[in-house]
């Protein structure tokens, strides 16, 4: 319930222009990763300063509450203070939804952390958190390893996936699956969603793309000049894409399918049409911050602004100063993305999913 009113007060805000306190957190907790990703430049920031356990946790004290966390990285599982750091981020912030976006290259420490945290298991919380474990996946078997740069990525991740299914049940948890769509993988998008429909799997989509943000994947280089952009698919290549997004229409979660319908739906448009239907305003900056490993804060995923210093600065001065509103200015103005990451915190905690679906 506490959630659901949190919301609320969340669409009133944004609709009247006022800031509350984020409610949504996404948290880059290391650049470190054990794949090496052709789209992705993690390998390139892997020696870049990152919060000690207690930074981190000093830093998570400052929030008034937080309805979401999104654990992200690099590879959070890389972090042997993961744990330590979820339950004192859970103790202090009274988080209600908890996901961790994970390579699943290391099954078993996921598959103990997932048990440990699981709702039977935390007696020493008031409340059980849902925890939403996402592993990536960009094609089957040998096309995922050549996508992620290790030999047998696709086996540990596959296993990682399918320890995950036997804990969900009456465990407070939510699996599924991410897939980043590019030119090497569009003929894999429909064996991974028999793949996700056999084992009752939601599956993300995104595309793509090579973008001065936050990953640097703009660099020069030979691997960085490979890297398709989003607009660089062929009218077939795209025909296909929209043909295996409209085929996906299964959920097996009813939250989670509301959400997937509204995204495909502007993917596909946007794709196919040039159309930006359905869309939302953003709410990075405002209802959403994202925080990076050495705790400074970025506009975004799509932008490598940085906007304050959490070592430098408290949450309060940075979010209620005036430094920050020529930020949100920028995001105010900016035409959107449809990065998934970003627009689906915006569309609920804005209300243009609800809209949407009416």
């Known amino acids: 319930m506490k959630l659901y009113l949190n919301l609320a007060k969340h669409i009133l805000y944004h609709n009247l222009g006022w800031i509350p306190y984020p409610s949504i ?20 920031l892997q ?18 509450g937080l309805d979401v966390v999104r654990i992200t990285g690099g ?6 203070d993961l744990e330590e750091i979820v339950e004192h981020i859970l103790t202090h912030c009274g988080t209600s939804t908890v996901v961790l976006n994970t390579n699943g290259y290391q099954s078993q420490r996921v598959i103990e952390f997932a048990r440990g945290m699981a709702a039977d298991g935390r007696g020493t919380l008031q409340r059980a958190p849902t925890f939403h474990y996402r592993v990536s996946l ?28 036997r804990l969900r049940k009456g ?10 769509i590019s030119r090497k993988n569009i003929d894999q ?14 599956l993300q989509y995104q595309v793509a793309r090579r973008d001065r943000h936050l990953y640097e994947n703009y660099q020069e280089g030979e691997r960085q000049m490979e890297l398709d952009l989003f607009d660089s698919f062929s009218q077939e290549e795209i025909e296909r894409i929209v043909e295996c997004l409209s085929r996906d229409t299964k959920s097996f979660d009813f939250k989670e399918g ?19 239907q359905p869309d939302t305003p953003c709410v990075a900056l405002t209802s959403h911050i994202r925080i990076l490993p050495d705790g400074k804060v970025p506009i975004c995923i799509q932008s490598n602004t940085r906007v304050g210093d959490l070592t430098r600065e408290t949450l309060e001065e940075l979010w209620f100063g005036q430094k920050i509103e020529r930020y949100r200015k920028i995001v105010r103005e900016c035409p959107g993305c449809w990065m998934p990451c970003d627009v689906i915190p915006s569309a609920i905690y804005t209300g243009s999913l609800f809209k949407a679906l009416l």
């Open 189 to 202: 998008i429909e064996p991974l969603q028999d793949f996700c429909q056999r084992l009752g799997l939601d």
């Open 25 to 44: 957190c996404t948290y880059l907790i290391t650049w470190r990763c054990e794949l090496n990703c052709y789209m992705c430049n993690i390998p390139g």
């Open 138 to 165: 960009d094609g089957m078997g040998d096309r995922h390893d050549e996508i992620r740069g290790v030999k047998g990525a696709f086996e540990r991740a596959k296993e990682t996936l399918e320890g995950l299914v």
């Open 75 to 80: 590879e959070p599982f890389v972090r042997k």
């Open 171 to 180: 465990k407070g948890l939510c699996v599924g699956v991410n897939l980043t």
């Open 47 to 64: 020696d870049k300063t990152e919060l000690d356990t207690q930074q981190a946790k000093s830093l998570f004290e400052q929030f008034k």
């Open 258 to 276: 509301l959400v997937k319908r509204f995204f495909n739906e502007g993917l596909k448009n946007r794709l196919l049409y040039g159309k930006r």
